[in-house]
T-cell receptor, first 116, second 109 residues
Framework: NAGVTQTPKFQVLKTGQSMTLQCAQD?????MYWYRQDPGMGLRLIYY???????DKGEVPNGYNVSRLNKREFSLRLESAAPSQTSVYFC???????????????FGPGTRLTVT | SQQGEEDPQALSIQEGENATMNCSYK?????LQWYRQNSGRGLVHLIL?????REKHSGRLRVTLDTSKKSSSLLITASRAADTASYFC?????????FGTGTRLQVFP
């Protein structure tokens, strides 16, 4: 049982390049999330998918796109990378909601992205 | 914008001492959760307290919630060097969590 896995672990891009961050979970969770973490800023939600087939914007969606490929996989794409997107990206999953309560989230190990 | 703000931003203590971290938030919530992050790793869920609960325990962790003051505290008793990490509160609504900026805890042996 691997939990939440992310690839790659590290990536360096040049400004304007594109890439896709991959995330998969094996816990049969309904909901998946993408966050970015910058020093002193905590975690900020980029996009989330409350259930298979749905995606919604979070706090900082500009410059990103997502795909909920199936129940297991949720990818994050940077179409034209910018230095401001240098960050650590975390994927998370959860069972979603129970009695109107957002349940605990399980996090992947993160992807460290540098855009030069 | 962040929903939760942790206080203090950083805390240094000796092994065996207790560590207390506080979280304040702005809007009404369904629950509040605490997470730990070891350096360079993903976050790990510690404890969830619902809006109708005032206190919850899990091992050496004690969480309180005061919805009238929109604040929560996390107490770690008898701290260990292995408790060195960043701690985040997250407020739960109906579809997502909003994380605070975290408290960095350093426990010296």
């Amino acid at each position: 049982n691997a939990g939440v896995t992310q690839t790659p672990k590290f990536q360096v891009l040049k400004t304007g390049q594109s890439m896709t961050l991959q995330c998969a979970q094996d816990m049969n969770h309904n909901s998946m999330y993408w966050y970015r973490q910058d020093p002193g800023m905590g975690l900020r939600l980029i996009y989330y998918s409350a259930s298979e087939g749905t995606t919604d914007k979070g706090e900082v969606p500009n410059g990103y796109n997502v795909s909920r490929l199936n129940k297991r996989e949720f990818s994050l794409r940077l179409e034209s990378a910018a230095p401001s997107q240098t960050s650590v990206y975390f994927c998370a999953s959860s069972e979603g909601l129970a009695n109107h309560h957002q349940l605990e989230q399980y996090f992947g190990p993160g992807t460290r992205l540098t855009v030069t | 914008s962040q929903q939760g703000e942790e206080d203090p931003q950083a805390l240094s203590i000796q092994e065996g001492e207790n560590a207390t971290m506080n979280c304040s938030y702005k809007t009404s919530i369904n629950n509040l959760q605490w997470y730990r992050q070891n350096s360079g790793r993903g976050l790990v869920h510690l404890i969830l307290i619902r809006s109708n609960e005032r206190e919850k325990h899990s091992g050496r962790l004690r969480v309180t919630l005061d919805t009238s003051k929109k604040s929560s505290s996390l107490l770690i008793t008898a701290s260990r060097a292995a408790d060195t990490a960043s701690y985040f509160c997250a407020t739960g609504g109906t579809d997502k969590l909003i994380f605070g900026t975290g408290t960095r805890l350093q426990v010296f042996p």
